[in-house]
């Protein structure tokens, strides 16, 4: 094929259209690229600079950038469609909602005869890359061309929005609209261009809870383009990576942000957080689930409501296919009593969670961390293939063997806070240091070279990298006694060069290019939203206004199964705490076996058995205290991310944890401590029995779970729901008279003990008489009635109300408790 280009085209422009792939072979394969390929010998007057061709499975995406005064005369794009259309096989079937389908021949484009943006035709950028070549600005933004006019990318589509064959298009605009994913249910998304100007972002540190808080900067004046590709934010540790990272995926308060950050130009949605992904640091799936069951899970939450069973689990297959994950589809995660997968296939797991919705841009917080050389590089080649398919992938990273650094697409290298190179991978990095007197040795990795050079272990100048290169590193004569140097003035050395690289950076070409592409943008996005927001506008507050994909029930639902198949696999939360009920009661029952009804005995081992029975139902529940504590950083993700609301996440616990997991054991095994202390053996003594020990059990459990749902850490949970259910114990009524405390004995009232050892006694002794069975001599003892004990103890009988007030006041208890739980959860600050 001749790859010279037609009059009035670029060069760069029409080796995009001849292109058989990312690299320079120069060959199309497909009838599609064949037909664009031969729109060469059409007189246009569009300068064509670029043209994408994606494979979906009803879906052809044809993106062009150009002039503006080209763009602007859409008739002349017409001509465009029209010729692909009579090029192109004809579909051969329609759908049922009359949108057509692709032909097998149209369906049969793939990778040979696309142009993926982002992707370069070589290792290293060369005047054939995409978006290689002439002028500065294509330099840097790389797949979106910049022309005078500000506007990157349109769309090759008639006035009617069809293209060749039939098929839909997509659109996005840097300046004149929003990009939406027009994704198909099994197609992939587009990835965004997420653009930055001037972003700021500062916290306020307490050294101790009562001092002033200290206002620390993290961030100062970062500005940037982060395009389809595989985008790396690299720096030392503290340097603000994660936090950069945070700022544009929207998940920080945005109090503590100045700047700017656009979408595709225009501002992100209230809801960007659930239309994007964000794969954090630390692993959150559920560990006893299998890898299909937590990716379904997401597909059922995230997916449209609309969408089938079927569609989901195909949704989900392919997921499973594109991230590797088909030999432990079935296998567990793991936990630290159930032996699961490995660390590598636990954070592709994470990231199917995210891949669901097919975002435009996925996040993602140091996905290496803690895992091993080469499992890290499956992990970071992963993420390639996604960006490979047109995503756009920002993440953090540390410090990077090379294989891993060689994958990256683009490279954001940070220090103290600010930027010090922004542009493409590869060498381009490395030759823009040479040009300051930075020279990296032969033999050393650009991450460890860029760590040296800022933390000041690396000499300036090329008499100082030539000196490195001729070096030997095994001739003991060419190096020098290791000094220690002075702490404080390695650090002052380190934050000079750190400096000195900042203000280079500053006043470097490409620095002032970037930022001229993101002030045109900005402009762009200034006169959009001046003039009304045009169709971009519509449909960002089409997405603002449903929070949820899935309505309240469909949530319910399947949190609902989730949190059971939790606790179900969970022996812990499970086979345990059956075990402890039955223990407990088989004890118990020994220990006040055959109560009888003697003066001596019968009245004091019955209120020991009632507090005792009482102190085991509140104090059980002291596992409930890491409920929230434990699924804090899975909660937090999900429902920030737009998995489910708060109110469906703390209804699914109590309806799959509390209720079950802290009743039934209840209503199973305390029946056996009822029958062999021979308590009184009538039905409605018995079922009163029941039902005062179940709400005592939930109204303890109700206590455990707002401290759970207040505090982050189990230690301090554990302290407080000690003190919490010892201040009960004490105002209980059976330690002490309640008449005895005086002004304190409203503090009863507080008390699920009171209430459950009230409820108990009243319920027992009420109609009962106790008598004498060992007489003794000169003393004349007399029987004493149930009502005689209960007034010893100052507790109310007289009336039904006295005995039914009891379980009211732990059912109020458990009802003020939870709702305040329910309150701390939805304060839990959603931001990191």
Not at 76 to 99: C, E, F, H, I, W
Not at 205 to 218: E, T
Not at 516 to 537: F, H, L
Request: aromatic share 10%; net charge neutral; with cysteine.
């Amino acid at each position: 094929m001749d790859a010279t280009p037609p009059s009035g085209r670029s060069s760069v422009g029409y080796r995009s259209l001849t292109s058989a792939g990312p690299g320079d072979s120069g060959e199309c394969q497909s009838p599609t690229a064949a037909a664009v390929s031969n729109y060469g010998s059409l007189e246009s007057a569009n300068r064509v600079s670029l043209v994408s061709f994606s494979k979906e499975e009803d879906a052809v995406d044809i993106g062009v950038a150009g002039d503006s005064s080209a763009l602007a005369n859409r008739a002349s794009l017409t001509s465009v469609g029209q010729y692909l259309r009579d090029q192109l096989p004809k579909p051969a079937a329609r759908r049922t909602d009359n949108r057509p389908l692709l032909s097998e021949s149209q369906a049969s484009l793939g990778a040979a005869s696309r142009v993926l943006l982002g992707e370069r035709s070589g290792a290293d950028d060369g005047p054939n890359s995409v978006g290689g070549g002439n002028g500065a600005n294509r330099d840097v933004l790389g797949d979106h061309v910049i022309g005078d006019g500000g506007c990157y990318s349109r769309d090759l589509a008639s006035s009617t929005g069809e293209l060749a064959g039939g098929a839909y298009y997509r659109r996005s605009s840097c300046s004149g609209g929003s990009a939406y994913s027009g994704r198909s249910r099994a197609g992939s998304a587009r990835g965004s261009v997420i653009s930055f100007r001037d972003v700021g972002y500062e916290v306020s540190v307490k050294r101790f809870p009562w001092s002033r808080p200290v206002r620390k900067v993290v961030l100062t004046d970062v500005s940037g383009l982060m395009r389809p590709g595989l985008n790396a934010i690299m720096g030392p540790t503290g340097c603000g990576k994660t936090s950069l990272l945070d700022v544009l995926a929207c998940r920080k308060d945005p109090r503590c942000v100045t700047g700017r950050v656009l979408i595709d130009g225009q501002s992100p949605p209230d809801n960007f957080k659930r239309v994007s992904g964000y794969v954090v640091q630390d692993d959150i799936v559920m560990g006893t689930l299998t890898v299909r069951e937590n990716l379904y899970f997401s597909a059922s939450v995230r997916l449209p409501g609309n969408w089938t069973r079927e569609e989901r689990m195909q949704k989900v297959e392919a997921v499973i296919a594109e991230l590797g994950l088909a030999k432990v589809a079935d296998s567990k995660i793991g936990t630290e009593l159930i032996r699961g997968v490995s660390g590598g296939e636990r954070k592709r797991t994470n990231i199917g969670m995210e891949l669901i919705t097919d975002p435009s841009v996925l996040f993602l917080d140091e996905p290496t961390t803690g895992l091993d050389a080469f499992t890290a590089g499956s992990v970071i080649r992963t993420m390639r293939s996604l960006a490979n398919r047109g995503r756009t992938v920002v993440f953090s990273i540390h410090q990077p063997k090379y294989s891993i650094y060689r994958l990256f697409s683009y490279l954001t290298l940070l220090v103290n806070g600010e930027v010090i190179y922004h542009g493409r991978a590869g060498s381009a990095p490395l030759k823009y240091f040479k040009d300051l007197g930075y020279i990296c040795d032969t033999h050393n990795s650009p991450p460890d070279f860029f760590m040296d050079m800022v933390h000041g272990e690396l000499p300036a100048g090329a008499a100082g990298g030539q000196a490195l290169d001729q070096a030997d590193p095994l001739d003991d004569e060419d190096v020098e006694p290791a000094v220690e140097p002075d702490q404080d003035a390695q650090k002052d050395q380190s934050n000079a060069i750190a400096q000195h690289l900042v203000n280079e950076w500053r006043r470097s070409q490409l620095a002032r290019s970037i930022e001229r592409s993101v002030e045109e943008i900005c402009q762009g996005a200034a006169q959009i939203n001046n003039g009304g927001g045009g169709s971009g506008s519509v449909q960002t507050r089409q997405l603002s206004r449903r929070a949820y994909p899935t309505g309240f029930g469909n949530q319910l639902l399947h949190v609902s199964w989730r949190t059971w198949l939790n606790l179900f696999r969970n022996p812990q939360s499970s086979v345990i705490q059956l075990i402890v009920y039955l223990f407990f009661g088989l004890s118990i029952g020994t220990v006040f076996f055959g109560l009888d009804t003697s003066l001596e005995s019968g009245i004091q081992n019955r209120q020991g058995l009632f507090f005792f029975l009482t102190l085991q139902m509140v104090f059980v529940n002291l596992s409930a205290v890491e409920v929230f504590i434990k699924e804090r950083a899975v909660f937090i993700h999900e429902n920030s991310s737009g998995f489910y609301s708060v109110l469906v996440y703390f209804l699914a616990k109590i309806l799959c944890d509390m209720l079950p997991i802290k009743t039934l054991p209840v209503l199973l095994f305390m029946p056996i401590i009822y029958f062999m202390a021979q308590l009184r053996l009538e039905a409605g003594a018995f079922l009163f029995y029941q039902l005062n020990l179940v709400l005592a059990t939930c109204a303890a459990c109700g206590v455990a779970f707002f401290v759970s749902a207040s505090v982050s850490v189990f230690g301090i949970a554990n302290i407080l729901i000690s003190i919490m259910y010892v201040f009960m114990m004490v105002f209980g009524g059976f330690l002490i008279n309640i008449a005895s405390v005086g002004w304190l004995s409203w503090c009863r009232y507080l008390s699920v003990f009171y209430y459950a050892y009230a409820g108990l006694s009243v319920n027992e002794f009420s109609g009962m008489r106790f008598c004498p069975t060992r007489p003794e001599p000169n003393v004349t003892r007399t029987c004493k009635d149930g009502s005689t004990v209960l007034n010893d103890q100052q507790i109310p009988h007289s009336t039904p109300w006295n005995l039914w007030s009891n379980e009211l006041g732990m059912f109020c208890i458990m009802l003020v408790f939870l709702l305040l739980c329910y309150v701390q959860l939805c304060r839990i600050n959603k931001y990191k």
